[in-house]
Structures are given as structure tokens and as C-alpha cells.
């Protein structure tokens, strides 16, 4: 059986972690919010028009009295995949903002956090204020079918283009890349990867570090890419290769810090953020290509606190909520003027970005994932 290494204390269980609400907010983390917000002129959009189009217009809310309903609530809980380090100064920048209103989150990968609001959802135990993750077709399906998500237009909304907007249900607000990393203290330049193929060279055999795909919707999408690119046996290559499956892009991110492996590729969440911080890592998105995702937020229809849920995406949605996204999750946001990454490049600057949501079906992507189970023999 295929061990995989655990990072996070409570992904197996899936448990709720209140987040303090003393805590100040890094220094780093207010002058980013400074910073955004003079870029954009300092000045926020106080209220949203309702999209139209082919969206079916939203009546404006109260805003006010959503606010006000939000502080009586007094919590909201989280459910999301953003990457450990970053979250409670994330949500310590969002209290901040709404003193009145405390935070509980629950990190677990894409698919299965998914799998878990389904499960609760569906039973009518519904402890999710806000869901921020990755989707997949299960999503999709449970959102347009099966009416997870509320529908109402986020007075932010106002500043981003159409595309953002999932039917005034979901909202993306962050995009992850794949990408291939590695040690520099560790990997000489003339060695350093350059193309997905160098993850089963036999140099790298019990070196390589990745997040296994029936955990993570982004390498679901990255293996997709791989079959479109004429690999449809990575799996078969990459067990002959003693890869190394570990929890999440962080896992992987720090097995490659430390040395437990020499290369790896990830999800890119945890790259800026460690390059901010000084660690030996260097990295590349292939020319060949590499598959995209957009993480979306939304209020569930079932939410124990909606106003509560709503007030956190509008600020999510926000120039600060965006910066302070972008600083602690790591990756480029989707609202227009909100400075770039210091080290990571755009999206629109990779070669051959592909939307992974374009890349094969919902069955087509669940044979893939059993095939890899079967290959590494996980049940």
C-alpha cells in the first residue's frame, strides 16, 4: 500500500477549528492592503448592480441591514482549501474589518471537502456558511441541479468582469497553476527540470513529490492535460519512479524544502509565499503547457448563517479581502488593478494555459483517478 505523508492536523478528520479573533494582523499583511488599495485609487465600489445579460438580474439588497443581521449572527463557519499557513491571518484581516464576527474553518482537500458539503447537504446537516474550493463537475452539478449555492449579486460584484460570475451562485476569486519545483541547494541548474517528462527520469527515481489526484482536483486537471499531451500512463511512469505522494501542495511544497524529496510538482499556492520567505526553491511552469484552475467561493443555500456568509465573500470580493488572498493563498486573484505577484508570473504570461475544466469529462477524469488507485494500490 502507498503511504501518503499527513501536514495537516485536521484533514483526516475533517474537524472545525475555531480561529482566534485577537489575532493582529502581520505586518506584511497590512502594508499589501495599503498598497491595493491606493493602486486602485483607494476607493471601494460601495455598491453592486445586479449582473444582466445572460444572467437573470438580481435584486439589490439591504446591504445595510445584511450587515447588521451578519454582526447578529456573529459567526460564520468556513469550509476551504487554502493553504494552512495562510488562513487565519486571512481571516484575522477579515475580522479586522468585521469585529463582530467570529470565524471557524475546515481545510480538506478539493475533492473530498467537496464530497463532505455533498454529504451534508444532502442529509440536512448543514454546517457550512461559505465553501471556497477548487471545482469539479460534482460541484457544478450540486450547484446548477441541486441548489447548493444561495443566488444573490455581492455589491463587490460590480468590479469584475462577467466571467467571474457563475449564474450570481459562485464567484472565482484566485487561480492555481501547476507547476514544477525544486531544491537549488540541492539540484544543480544543469540539472533543474524543464518539462512534465522529467518527472520519471530514472535521476529522479524516489525524489519526486506530488499530491496524489484522488485528493486534488488541480492535479486532476494537470493529469488531464497529460493524457491530452499523449501520457496517458503517467501513473504507470511515475510508480516505476518512486514518486512520493504527500498531503496538499504544502506537503509537497515542504518535502522539497527539507530534502525528503528533490523536485515535485504542485499546485502553485505555496510558492510565493515561501519565496517571500526566502526558501531555496526554483520553479517552472512547462512550455508544453499547464492546466489552470479557478478557485470559487459561495454561501451555501443551507447556511446556519447566511448574512454572516455573505458579508465574508463581499469582502473576499473586496480590493483588501483580494489582497490579503493573494498574499496568504498565494496565487493571482481575479479582480481587475490588484497588483501583480512579486515572483510567481501571470497567468496570461505561461505557455500553453490550459483551463483544466476544458479537459476532459466528469467519467473520463473518475476512470483516470481509479486507474491511478489501482496503480497504487489505494482502495
Not at 497553476?177 to 518527472?199: C, F, G, H, M, Y
Not at 459561495?298 to 488572498?325: E, T
Not at 483544466?356 to 496503480?375: A, D, F, M, Y
Request: a neutral charge.
Amino acid at each position: 500500500m502507498t503511504r501518503i505523508q499527513q501536514t495537516d492536523c485536521n484533514q483526516q478528520t475533517g474537524t472545525l477549528c475555531s480561529t482566534p479573533i485577537v489575532r493582529g494582523l502581520s505586518r506584511r499583511t497590512a502594508m499589501t492592503q495599503f498598497a491595493t488599495l491606493a493602486a486602485l485609487g483607494g476607493v471601494l465600489p460601495l455598491r453592486a448592480k445586479a449582473e444582466t445579460g445572460p444572467l437573470r438580474e438580481m435584486a439589490a439588497e439591504d446591504w445595510p441591514a445584511v450587515q447588521a443581521a451578519a454582526r447578529k449572527e456573529g459567526i460564520i463557519s468556513l469550509y476551504h482549501n487554502l493553504r494552512p499557513q495562510g488562513i487565519e491571518q486571512l481571516l484575522a484581516a477579515f475580522h479586522t474589518a468585521n469585529p463582530g464576527i467570529r470565524t471557524e474553518q475546515m481545510r480538506l482537500g478539493s475533492a473530498p471537502l467537496i464530497e463532505r458539503f455533498s454529504t451534508e447537504f444532502n442529509a440536512g446537516r448543514n454546517l457550512a456558511d461559505v465553501m471556497l474550493t477548487f471545482p469539479d463537475d460534482a460541484l457544478f452539478a450540486g450547484v446548477d441541479k441541486n441548489g447548493w449555492a444561495a443566488e444573490w449579486a455581492p455589491p463587490e460584484l460590480a468590479a469584475y468582469p462577467p466571467s467571474v460570475n457563475h449564474g450570481n451562485t459562485m464567484f472565482a476569486v484566485h487561480t492555481s497553476r501547476n507547476v514544477i519545483i525544486w531544491n537549488k541547494q540541492r539540484v544543480k541548474p544543469v540539472d533543474a527540470p524543464t518539462e512534465w517528462s522529467d518527472l520519471w527520469d530514472p535521476k529522479w527515481k524516489g525524489k519526486v513529490a506530488m499530491d496524489p489526484p484522488w485528493r486534488s482536483i488541480a492535479v486532476q486537471g494537470l493529469v488531464a492535460l497529460w493524457a491530452k499531451n499523449g501520457i496517458p500512463d503517467a501513473a504507470q511512469k511515475l510508480k516505476a519512479n518512486d514518486v512520493r505522494f504527500f498531503e496538499g501542495s504544502a506537503g509537497v511544497f515542504q518535502a522539497v524544502l527539507r530534502g525528503d524529496a528533490l523536485v515535485g510538482t504542485l499546485a502553485d499556492l505555496p510558492v510565493e509565499p515561501g519565496l517571500e520567505d526566502g526558501a531555496p526553491i526554483g520553479f517552472v511552469y512547462p512550455k508544453s503547457g499547464t492546466a489552470t484552475n479557478d478557485g470559487y467561493v459561495m454561501v451555501s443555500a443551507k447556511a446556519p448563517h447566511p448574512n454572516a456568509g455573505k458579508v465574508f465573500v463581499d469582502w473576499l470580493l473586496s480590493a483588501a479581502g483580494q489582497a490579503v488572498l493573494q498574499e496568504q493563498g498565494g496565487l493571482p486573484v481575479t479582480r481587475p488593478g490588484v497588483p501583480p505577484l512579486k515572483f510567481l508570473p501571470p497567468t496570461a504570461a505561461l505557455s500553453n494555459a490550459v483551463d483544466s475544466l476544458t479537459i476532459g469529462s466528469g467519467p473520463e477524469r473518475n476512470k483516470t483517478i481509479e486507474v491511478w488507485r489501482q496503480t497504487f494500490g489505494i482502495r
